[in-house]
């Protein structure tokens, strides 16, 4: 296993840009979180970061207009947040370190969309609590970002990861949303706190609202995780 994790961050080095391997790398990190007889805890050092570059680093394949790394960075925030789940305690503090790192990308006004999407992505899978203190109070923030990539000016790449940021937070935060807005829901109100997301969210919000609530969601194991597929290259 010692070895298995040392190659393992190796590998994810050198094999970035190349989507499918790194999805099966992913594939790999699951299968280890679901063996109850390994122990897992005095290797997180070397899967962390390697699941972690998986999540914000900003190009994950050669093709990133074409390609859905999208669904990598999704399914590594997952397991994330899983091994937080698993493997956080008072002395490691390994949820706050991970939360760190994420919300750190988010007071970045120079990061890439990409990996803001993944810390997004990240933040989003440790719960309504965090999505509230550290994504909720930057909305306006990313909102600006996001109406920056709607000219025709702006490449493909980058319009295509703002509209992925979009979807992503109207899908997050509207449960959040819903709990700390009164209503009625004025899209004038929404407009003037989140700027350009504000009709996306407050369409959200309201659709939120229609649908039953239901008993907070748990962390989901790793055997609710849907996995990436791998687009074989023509």
């Known amino acids: 296993l010692e070895k298995i994790g040392c190659s393992y961050s190796r590998l994810v ?39 972690s570059t998986c999540i914000v680093s900003k190009q994950l394949c050669q093709r990133p207009e074409l390609d859905n790394h999208w669904a990598l960075r999704d399914f590594a925030a997952k397991l994330m947040a899983q091994i937080c789940k698993n493997f956080n305690t008072s002395t490691n503090n390994l949820q706050t370190r991970v939360t760190r790192l994420f919300s750190t990308a988010l007071q970045n006004d120079k990061v890439p969309l990409s990996s803001l999407y993944g810390a997004i ?25 996001v109406c920056n990539m709607q000219g025709p000016e702006i490449s493909n790449t980058e319009r295509n ?74």
């Open 121 to 145: 992505a990240g933040l989003s899978e440790m719960g309504h609590e965090v999505i509230k203190v550290f994504i909720i109070p930057r909305l306006k923030f990313i909102s600006e970002r």
């Open 13 to 51: 080095n050198v094999v970035q840009n190349n989507l499918a391997i790194l999805i099966y790398l992913m594939r790999m990190v699951r299968a280890l979180l679901d063996n109850p007889a390994l122990y897992l805890e005095k290797y997180l050092h070397e899967l962390i970061p390697s699941v």
């Open 161 to 234: 990861a703002a509209g992925h940021i979009r979807a992503m937070l109207s899908k997050v935060c509207a449960p959040v949303l819903k709990t700390m807005r009164s209503t009625p829901d004025v899209l004038e109100d929404y407009k003037r706190d989140f700027g350009f997301l504000g009709p996306a969210l407050h369409q959200s919000v309201i659709k939120a609202r229609q649908t039953p609530s239901s008993a907070t969601t748990p962390s989901p194991s790793t055997s609710s995780i849907s996995v990436p597929s791998v687009t074989p290259r023509v």
